[in-house]
């Protein structure tokens, strides 16, 4: 008995962990972050990557924006896209970012066309 309850437990972690990821994927997309930071938050010459950084960071630098916390002029730009994300949005996007499995656009396009997309 405890035994099945511990392996409930560790199915609802995992999917809780897949849900995070899931809407974290649709922040990323929605809140047009993948526009600077490109659709693999892979990050460009003027744009810093995000994908599989670790978890802690993301999350303090996100909340340091959200905050009011800058810099430099291009942190003021990056703070007004996360001005409005609530606590649960942040930590989705992080657990997102810092689990990312580097898909790109195309697999993207895939998942939510059902196959048709570019
Ligand atoms: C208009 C372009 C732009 C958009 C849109 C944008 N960012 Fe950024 N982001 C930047 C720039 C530029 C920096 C580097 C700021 C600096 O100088 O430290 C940055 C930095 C960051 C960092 C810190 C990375 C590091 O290694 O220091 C995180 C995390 C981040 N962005 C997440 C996001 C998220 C999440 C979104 C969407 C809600 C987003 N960004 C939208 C331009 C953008």
Known sequence: MRLITLFVLFINILLADEASYNRGEMLFFAKSCSSCHGPSAEGSTSYP???????????KKLKDFRAGKAQSVSQQ?????VEELSDKNINDLVYFLSHHKGEKIEDMNDAYLGGVGS
């Open 49 to 59: 990557r995000l994908a599989n950084k670790k978890s802690a960071y993301l999350e």
């Open 77 to 81: 730009m990056m703070a007004q896209f």
